[in-house]
């Protein structure tokens, strides 16, 4: 859409009331966005791209759509220990919007949840692109981090604990609600239970502040999108290390209330958009931080010895039904 | 793909030989990026997204899709009159590739053409993203700019000459030899010719020398994407003045010769894709930008009256079958 583009990124994106940062000195509706970023400071950014029936069902509302492109990308900074800053948005538009719901309208929808999360973190739309096809969102963002700081996947050292900023497998059940899935896994749950799932899956809140303090405390960390063995497996690999999870330790959300214990703990192993983040920091340090923010959980133990090894209250390893993780590198 | 992203990253994207900047602490790889950038400029970034059938035909290359997704966003920097610095990549692929070409196949041949235009411009890629669906690529690019510069498309002023840094038309043959389209058009060319314009048309180059020794001396620029017509419009709209464009003046590209010259006239004026800078100075710093580079060339001149005037040589108004833009504001 060549011609419409301008005028959509105009109506849509020029929001006058959105955030208005000092350290921005040119923004959308030119060829580039310019920015005069803060000596002090070295900059984090992050892409991501969310697409309609991969990252999200097709059933999804313009609202959770915005929300969670710029959320997941958030967490990204939140990761890193970066203080969001700016973001520029790839929009693609198809020619009949879901639901056959009227592309203003949609874009209405999608904008102003796109403005109030924005506004939330005071972080500015500085620039965008919009193209005709198939529904998708991209989303760079770019953020402040320490001269001296980033949290990196690389840096876990055996004998760390293995901490968690809050409650696993809740977007996993949403997901299952979202798409009428599994319906042995949701079919005890309440409506509001069940509302409270579909919030995690689609309105996940990036860990921004708890990021920031970890600043420097974290010897490695990153965020949950694809799942915490999934996604710890990075973090063991760039360390050259293991990893000892202990199950009963896993902070299991509240609506996994349908299934039994070893199902919980399949969710909450495997299921991905939780956007928690796992971290790992010396032994001597975890108090400090469990008292600062009592919802962290420590469900393991980083090892010298190069396996990821899911132990039961007894001491077992726990086979996974669904896949294994148990050798690599 | 959540699970081969990781893999797919890795191989191609990390590139042992590819550029490797100073001002960049941590490249692909972990959550975020992280730059240093340096104090004394500030910094510009755009973002722009190529879908299959909508940015390029089906048919294209891996190659020529890769090059010109990054030389469309270094032509937005260049626009700016900015040195590109780096760039993060967001890669969407489709089940079965064009022409059923092996995935393997493809990216190695998409990512060879995009590190090799990277290494020309010495610009590093920083971080990106896999994922799965119909094909489509997000680049976001940032660069340095000065700390007072940047051409914005607004600052044209009545009196100012518009000049233009190249021949138009050949990326809108090129689009009718590749689509098998308007083949009067297109009849008479030479083989070596069709090459240029499909050369045009898959290859832009981007004005990035032509942009930085611009800095300070333009008053208005953008780049050349949606057709000299529509995309000087923004120029016109954003610095509240108008034009008048003399047509036997407009820079026409040798690939035009198929066709007669009114036709030529509205390839030149409504065809995409030539990525040329169309840029306004005052009258007085043409000579030595001219000198400077003589293949730039002066197309109008910009008016206090807010229309757009194409003229023939006699003074009369040029009406164009295709479309008119003669009045707005």
Same mark, same amino acid.
């Given at each position: ?157 055996? !004998? ?7 409650? &696993?497998g /809740?977007?996993a059940i $949403?997901?299952d %609600?979202? *798409?009428? +899935?599994n319906k042995e896994h949701t079919g005890c749950l ?36 694809? !799942? ?7 973090? &063991?690999? /760039?360390?050259?290390? $293991?990893?000892? %999870?202990? *199950?009963? +330790?896993?902070?299991l959300s509240?609506v996994l209330a349908c299934v039994d214990k070893k199902t919980a703990w399949e969710k909450a192993?495997?299921g ?58």
């Amino acid at each position: 859409m060549p011609g419409s583009e301008f005028q959509l990124i105009q109506s849509y994106f020029s929001d006058p009331e959105q955030v208005s940062r000092s350290d921005l000195i040119l923004g959308i509706g030119d060829d580039c966005a310019i920015v005069a970023p803060r000596k002090q400071s070295n900059l984090a950014f992050s892409i991501d791209t969310l697409i309609s029936g991969v990252h999200f069902p097709h059933n999804t509302s313009a609202d959770a759509i915005a929300y969670k492109a710029l959320a997941v990308n958030l967490s990204d900074l939140a990761a890193m220990g970066a203080e969001p800053a700016w973001f520029t948005l790839s929009l693609t538009l198809p020619e009949v919007m879901p639901g056959n719901k009227a592309r203003d309208e949609w874009l209405e929808e999608f904008s102003t949840a796109l403005f109030a999360l924005a506004s939330e973190h005071n972080i500015q739309l500085i620039g965008g692109d919009t193209t005709c096809g198939p529904l998708s969102i991209t989303i760079q963002i770019s953020g402040y981090v320490n001269k001296d700081g980033g949290m990196k996947r690389a840096g876990a050292k055996p !004998g760390d604990r293995i901490v968690v900023t809050g409650p &696993l497998g /809740a977007a996993a059940i $949403g997901l299952d %609600i979202a *798409l009428g +899935q599994n319906k042995e896994h949701t079919g005890c749950l309440s409506e509001a239970d069940k509302q409270l799932a579909l919030r995690a899956l689609n309105y996940p809140q990036a860990k921004i502040k708890e990021g920031i303090s970890l600043q420097g405390i974290a010897h490695s960390a990153l965020d949950l999108s694809d !799942g915490l063995i999934s996604d710890l497996r990075h973090i &063991l690999i /760039a360390s050259d290390v $293991g990893a000892e %999870i202990f *199950l009963e +330790q896993l902070p299991l959300s509240g609506v996994l209330a349908c299934v039994d214990k070893k199902t919980a703990w399949e969710k909450a192993l495997t299921g991905g958009d939780d956007y928690e983040l796992c971290f790992t920091l010396a032994e001597e340090d975890w108090p400090k931080v469990r008292q600062q923010y009592p919802e962290f959980i420590a469900i393991g133990m980083i090892t010298a010895e190069k396996d990821l090894r899911l132990l039961e209250a007894d001491g077992q390893e726990f086979k996974m039904q669904k896949r294994g993780f148990d050798h690599f590198g």
